[in-house]
Structure formats: C-alpha cells, structure tokens
C-alpha cells in the first residue's frame, strides 16, 4: 500500500476545501435600533453591507458572508445579527 504524500502545508486532496459545501449566513439589520454610523460597512471584510443614500446599512451580498461577526461586535447600537443560515434539506425546494 502505498500513500500520497501532500507537500507541507497543503491538506491531502481528499480533504480540500473545495469538496466542502460553503456554510452561509444571514445577516439581519434591525432597523429601529439603527443609527447609521456605518461602521459595520466600514469594518466588514467581505464587503457584505453597505450604505444607502440615508447612510444606512444594507446588505448587498449575503452570499459571500464570512460569518465573522465584526459588523454585530462593533455596532454600538446592538442592531446587526449574524447567524448560520438553517440548511436546506435536498430536494425539498423541488416539491
């Protein structure tokens, strides 16, 4: 039996990221507690939020949220939410 062996520092390619599926996030701006200081849009990575024409958040891309949580550490007004986006079952948005 011989095994592969992977250069340091990559994984075996049987445990690539690539096979993962991609955990995504819902990020939810409560709109009441908001200010609109901006500073979950100016502190997300991934350019997730963004602001409107009030300078407001909004979320432009919800789809390439890292779930890091910056946005809802650093509001000062407690109105940004990030949280695991429930999965879905396959085949059950067919039916």
Same mark, same amino acid.
């Given at each position: 039996?011989?095994?592969t ?10 445990? !690539?990221? *690539? !096979?993962?599926?991609?955990? &995504?996030? $819902?990020? /939810?701006?409560?709109? $009441?507690? #908001?200010?609109? #200081?901006?500073?979950?849009?100016? &502190?997300?990575?991934?350019?997730? &939020? ?10 432009? +891309?919800? $789809?390439?949220c890292?779930? #890091?949580?910056?946005?809802?550490l /650093? #509001?000062? +007004?407690? *109105? ?16």
């Amino acid at each position: 039996m011989t095994r592969t062996e992977s250069p340091v520092g990559t994984a075996p390619p049987e445990e !690539s990221s *690539a !096979s993962k599926p991609q955990k &995504l996030f $819902d990020v /939810h701006v409560y709109r $009441d507690w #908001c200010k609109g #200081c901006g500073i979950c849009a100016a &502190l997300c990575p991934k350019h997730v &939020l963004a602001r409107n024409n009030e300078g407001g958040p909004v979320v432009v +891309d919800p $789809d390439v949220c890292i779930g #890091c949580g910056w946005c809802e550490l /650093h #509001c000062p +007004d407690f *109105a940004i939410s990030v949280r695991p986006r429930p999965s879905t079952v396959a085949g059950a948005e067919e039916e």
